[in-house]
């Protein structure tokens, strides 16, 4: 009888346990689609084929050849990837507490300049390295002179 009661236990916590997770996975697909995750990934995957079209090295290549690369994201199993990285990071409550922000005005601000801050980071970004390479190949040209001197 203690058996029983055990098996019985044991599959209702399951069970529970089971509703609770995919409660937490479905949570956090949401989380991935308020948060504008998936609409970047989108649009990343648009412009990076947009760049493979203007590449020299594809130049032969007809236009529909990359219509269809992007015909074909699959953008569900993308999601489906991440799911286990934030359940590993985050519990459920945290993931109802993070899509309560991504929700709430300033949240959905954040998502929505979120484009912006990035493409202006990556311009700094790019101005600041193009700068250090110019410091960097000006040090090594003051080595190559010194040691033209010894």
Do not use: R, W
């Not at 308020?34 to 493979?52: A, D, E, F, L, P």
């Not at 250090?132 to 190949?137: D, I």
């Amino acid at each position: 009888m203690k058996a029983i009661t055990f098996i019985i236990l044991l599959l209702i916590s399951s069970t529970s346990f089971a509703q609770t997770d995919s409660a937490k996975v479905k949570d956090i697909k949401k989380l991935l689609e308020v948060s504008g995750t998936v609409k970047m990934v989108k649009t990343m995957m648009t412009q990076y084929i947009g760049m493979m079209k203007t590449n020299p090295a594809y130049k032969d290549v007809p236009d529909s050849y990359f219509d269809k690369v992007l015909a074909i994201i699959d953008y569900d199993e993308f999601v489906a990837l991440y799911v286990p990285v934030y359940d590993k990071h985050f519990t459920h409550s945290e993931i109802k507490e993070i899509i309560a922000y991504q929700q709430s005005p300033v949240g959905k601000k954040v998502v929505e300049k979120q484009p912006l801050i990035m493409t202006e980071s990556m311009q700094i970004g790019q101005a600041f390295g193009e700068k250090l390479g110019m410091k960097v190949y000006q040090i090594l040209q003051d080595e190559k002179a010194k040691e033209k001197n010894k």
